[in-house]
């Protein structure tokens, strides 16, 4: 009598972590995840990287490019996504943190806004060399849950060389960092996402104390205009032209971040030329919730990855 040992599973995905994309901290890593096709999980035409920046009120350290994970069966299921991407950046100071305090020698933990979106863009940079995840001619999605959704929407609205900045600041000024070139583009997703901070800070009266700290350690003294700099909603920027989609989804369980941002970043949205599709998406749970349990990041994706592929099978068609 013979005897067979049963087949042995391939991995959903295959990983590589902390891999340094600048050397100005420790934090400045990021995670490569690639899908393994198999026949009953192929990897389907047309096909996406997707970059994932994390929140975590821009000074959690216990809030990293890891978080997404929960996410993967939802993201790589959908057959659409090739490879996530998932940033770490430097935090901002938190020397009350319960556990794990950051302290003032501490270069990954002092950092000052927009050192963090910089940080965002030199992993894009990392990731558009050669042979790289966002390399020239491919096609890539942008992702962000809390204040990596205010960062993902900032990248979406970066003016395109060939057109006037639709707003009265000068960038740098305005506190948005450098600009790069984003080639591919053409998806962007905020989840739970802060787009207004200081309309953030008054609908949670009683955690005021804790806004206004992360708040002005991210971005200076309310008094002397620093929270506008993260103000994405009201400062007259327009959405890329090579983005198709912007999806902005929300919970009304949400407990730190009131759903009236949803509607209001959604209302102000606008493109530099033409029209995209703009996309809702309301998802279930508490603020974190959202991105643990795997399934609120799984669905905003998969809607943006509909809306994308509706697209593409339209211009296949000629539509």
């Given at each position: 009598m013979s005897t067979t040992n049963p087949p042995t599973l391939a991995p959903l995905y295959t990983s590589h972590l902390s891999i340094p994309y600048s050397p100005l901290s420790p934090l400045n890593t990021l995670d490569i995840h690639h899908l393994t096709p198999t026949p009953t999980n192929p990897l389907l035409s047309p096909s996406y990287t997707l970059l994932y920046i994390h929140g975590g009120a821009f000074r959690d350290p216990l809030v990293t490019s890891l978080s997404i994970i929960p996410s993967f069966p939802a993201i790589f299921s959908t057959g659409h996504i090739a490879t996530i991407a998932s940033?770490?950046?430097?935090?901002?100071?938190?020397?009350?943190?319960?556990?794990?305090?950051?302290?003032?020698?501490?270069?990954?933990?002092?950092?000052?806004?927009?050192?963090?979106?910089?940080?965002?863009?030199?992993?894009?940079?990392?990731?558009?060399?050669?042979?790289?995840?966002?390399?020239?001619?491919?096609?890539?999605?942008?992702?962000?849950?809390?204040?990596g959704a205010t960062m993902a929407l900032m990248l979406a609205m970066s003016p395109s060389p060939s057109l006037p900045s639709p707003s009265t600041h000068n960038h740098d000024e305005y506190g948005w960092g450098h600009e790069i070139p984003l080639p591919g583009l053409i998806g962007v997703i905020g989840i739970s996402g802060i787009y207004d901070f200081t309309a953030c800070r008054d609908a949670h009266p009683a955690m005021r104390d804790i806004y206004d700290a992360f708040i002005t350690g991210a971005f200076g003294p309310e008094e002397d205009g620093g929270w506008e700099r993260g103000d994405v909603r009201s400062a007259g920027r327009r959405v890329g032209r090579e983005v198709g989609v912007v999806v902005v989804g929300g919970s009304r369980g949400d407990e730190l971040v009131e759903w009236e941002q949803v509607g209001a970043m959604m209302g102000g949205l606008e493109w530099e030329e033409g029209e995209g599709r703009k996309v809702v998406v309301e998802v279930e749970g508490g603020h974190m919730d959202v991105v643990e349990g795997g399934v609120g990041v799984g669905m905003c994706v998969g809607r943006c990855l509909e809306a994308l592929v509706g697209m593409e099978e339209g211009r296949g068609d000629g539509l």
């Open positions: 940033i770490n950046y430097r935090l901002s100071p938190y020397p009350h943190h319960p556990t794990h305090p950051s302290h003032p020698g501490d270069k990954s933990r002092n950092a000052k806004w927009p050192d963090h979106i910089n940080d965002v863009r030199d992993a894009i940079k990392y990731l558009q060399r050669p042979g790289g995840e966002l390399e020239e001619g491919k096609e890539w999605i942008i992702c962000g849950h809390s204040v």
